[in-house]
């Protein structure tokens, strides 16, 4: 026990009975000092049990936790705490350690896909694009339950809020980008199955609104690489160069589209 909380004790610390009408007495913590103490016991406020927190309450205990250290932050650990770490964590140096002499580059590295990542950004992917992007998310990491804007990235980082690729692909488009602080942008590296589906289901609920709009996404962005490769074609060349103009008005949209694919990348 830190010598600053024994004589926080000694001094006077209040007994506090537990608001839920109970009569049972708060076990005070060394955090307490700092935090505060709470007003019942843990599990004893039944009012707010189970009840998701709303957006506000989110941010007022964001806002309170801003620029405050942890209250042991500079609190050397003592010798019985030492010892207990030493115990619960097994010496894994050196040849203890389970990934010893595992090569772990390249394809070998645990976040490898297929190389995309030494792929060239597509030429899109520029300032204009990026900060399309933020402004259509309203300047706002679009991570569930964070509220972190540009203007608190810019303070809290130094850098600008992120734009990931949701598929991790340098050609995506901008259905497949989103808005992110660096913070949640290195969360979404774990279980990237699960946020890929995630912000996908969210771009097309909240920008796209439905899917016809997303199917024309999905066709000028097609058309736009291919075109960008060919851009001393005009775009009824591009068209008319892979079908006859009478037969437009049969043929499907992804067929068109393949066909101008397969035959502008040979």
């Known amino acids: 026990m830190h010598e ?5 004790l000694n001094d006077g610390c209040p007994k506090v009975i537990c608001s839920c009408g109970c009569n049972g007495e708060i076990i005070i913590k060394e955090y307490h000092k700092y935090y505060g103490i709470p007003k019942y ?24 936790k801003l620029g405050k250290s942890s209250w042991n932050k500079g609190i050397p650990w003592n010798k019985k705490t030492k010892e207990k770490i030493s115990r619960n964590h097994a010496d894994v140096s050196g040849e ?4 010893y002499g595992i090569h772990r580059f390249g394809d070998k590295a645990p976040g490898y896909i297929d190389g995309r990542s030494y792929k060239p950004y597509s030429i899109w992917f520029n300032k204009k694009l990026k900060e399309s992007i933020r402004k259509r998310d309203n300047y706002q990491c679009q991570f569930p339950n964070c509220l972190c804007n540009q203007l608190e990235s810019l303070v809290l980082y130094g850098h600008e809020l992120s734009i990931h690729h949701i598929h991790y692909d340098k050609e995506s488009k901008e259905t497949e980008l989103i808005t992110l602080c660096i913070k949640c942008n290195s969360i979404v590296n774990k279980n990237r199955n699960y946020w890929e589906k995630y912000f996908m289901e969210k771009i097309k609920k909240e920008f796209l609104i439905d899917e016809k709009r997303y199917r024309i996404w999905e066709i000028l962005y097609r058309i736009r690489l291919v075109w960008m490769k060919n851009p ?6 591009l068209i008319g160069n892979v079908i006859n103009p009478e037969y437009l008005y049969e043929i499907e949209d992804d067929s068109l589209v393949k066909m101008i694919e397969d035959i502008y990348d040979t």
């Open 41 to 64: 016991i843990n599990g004893h406020n039944r009012g707010a049990f189970g009840k998701p927190k709303s957006k506000e309450h989110i941010q007022k205990i964001r806002i309170s």
């Open 4 to 8: 600053s909380y024994k004589k926080w």
């Open 232 to 237: 001393d074609l005009r775009l009824g060349q």
């Open 96 to 99: 203890n350690n389970p990934m």
